[in-house]
């Protein structure tokens, strides 16, 4: 069987159009290679990888989620270049970049705005991914409980999705998810 490898494009280029200098992105590749040998990660390693991270839950749906999200070109495959140009928008991105990152994670399908069923899937995924150790024990209706305040403060004119816009606006008026995203500020 022959293994198809991917080779990225030239650190020049990927350091032109990160927020990582070439030294950190040689750090971030060799790590990178030692997963994926190939150069390139298909959804079930990568949830097999993801999956390390939260050894007493499920984390199979979230990781599903966040690897749509990193595969922006829909092939099936994260290569080093998706890997890398959404890390450095998650870590070292503007409040927009890593705001607009974030919706398009939770627009789950893609359609521009986040309805409360794609809410409801990401909440459950999120729930599963912590496991059933969780502390206080949660309530059967906590992830309800949680796409009903999202909405309450997200959904400006009470239509029932929220838009990009409507996203922005209300992450920007919330000083704890303004002071969440710069949580890994200085990480690498």
């Avoid at 390139?40 to 990568?46: W, Y």
């Avoid at 409507?166 to 200085?186: A, K, T, W």
Wanted: aromatic share 12%; glycine share 4%; proline share 3%.
């Amino acid at each position: 069987m022959t293994m198809v490898c991917h080779r990225p494009e030239g650190l020049e280029q990927l350091e032109a159009q990160t927020n990582f200098t070439k030294r950190e992105l040689q750090v971030l590749y060799r790590g990178f290679k030692n997963e994926c040998p190939s150069g390139a990660v298909n959804e079930e390693t990568f949830k097999q990888i993801y999956a390390q991270f939260f050894p007493h839950g499920d984390a199979s749906t979230y990781a599903h989620y966040l690897f749509n999200a990193f595969d922006t070109t829909q092939t099936g495959s994260v290569k080093f270049e998706d890997f890398v140009t959404a890390l450095s928008i998650l870590l070292r991105g503007t409040v927009h970049e890593k705001l607009r990152w974030t919706f398009n994670l939770y627009d789950i399908n893609k359609d521009g705005y986040i309805n409360k069923e794609e809410m409801m899937d990401i909440v459950k995924a999120i729930y599963d991914m912590m496991g059933k150790y969780t502390y206080p024990v949660l309530k059967e209706d906590t992830p309800r409980q949680h796409v009903d305040v999202f909405f309450q403060k997200m959904d400006k004119n009470k239509d029932g999705i929220v838009t990009l816009d409507e996203f922005l606006e209300s992450c920007q008026e919330d000083d704890n998810i303004m002071r969440s995203l710069q949580l890994f500020q200085n990480v690498m």
